[in-house]
């Protein structure tokens, strides 16, 4: 798992719930990570089974950034869709 969305798994439940969102959904979706940002995708487990020779494209569903220990959100057009 994402070390970083361990780090920061209680801001992450809070602000799923503060918005209405569905957070055992969020941590059970596939997770992209760098230095300070998590990007949670959403995986369609019936398309994609032959891998990229599918060219399923993994829909961002939530940004999440960490600037000097601050937890900031960015929800995208696949946010209600995914996660409510």
Request: with cysteine; proline share 4%; net charge positive.
């Amino acid at each position: 798992m994402c070390k970083l969305f361990s780090q920061y798994e209680n801001q992450i439940r809070e602000y799923c719930i503060a918005n209405s969102l569905d957070f055992e959904k969020a941590k059970k979706l596939p997770k992209c990570w760098g230095k300070n940002d998590i990007w949670l995708q959403y995986y369609d487990h019936e398309k994609g089974k032959n891998g990229l020779k599918d060219e399923t494209p993994a829909p961002i569903v939530l940004k999440i950034t960490v600037n000097n220990g601050k937890v900031t959100f960015e929800e995208t057009e696949y946010t209600r869709k995914y996660l409510a």
